[in-house]
């Protein structure tokens, strides 16, 4: 089976940046979807639908929404089946618990998540 486990949240000051990681099973599960699959980043904010918020494709072409294009960076390892975000200039807005999935989403490879909180 898949297991996708996020880390790297936590309480950063507006301004601030956070490194997210995404580690996936290092089986043949694990290691098929990142040779197949889009990969992306997703946030879901305390009463708001979670939204995918940046994309990676196979040969590295990454997408984000407007409201982290140009403050966000998405990026893939396949051989360690890792898949980071980096996020820049965080704002209040950007607090929520941050996933990692494939994309489109599976429904059985999400996990716990991590909480970012943005604040002062």
């Known amino acids: 089976q898949v297991q996708l486990v996020e880390s790297g949240g936590g309480l950063v000051h507006p301004g601030g940046s956070q490194r997210l990681s995404c580690a996936a099973s290092?089986?043949?599960?694990?290691?098929?979807?990142?040779?197949?699959?889009?990969l992306g980043w997703y946030r879901q904010a305390p009463g708001n639908q979670r939204e995918l918020v940046a994309a990676i494709s196979l040969d590295g072409s990454t997408n984000y929404t407007d409201h982290v294009k140009g403050r966000f960076t998405i990026s893939r390892d396949n051989a360690k089946t890792m898949v980071y975000l980096q996020m820049n200039n965080l704002k209040p807005d950007d607090t929520a618990v941050y996933y990692c999935?494939?994309?489109?989403?599976?429904?059985?490879?999400w996990g716990q998540g991590t909480q970012v909180t943005v604040s002062s």
């Open positions: 290092r089986n043949i599960f694990g290691i098929t979807v990142f040779s197949i699959k889009d």
């Open positions: 999935n494939t994309v489109p989403a599976t429904d059985r490879y």
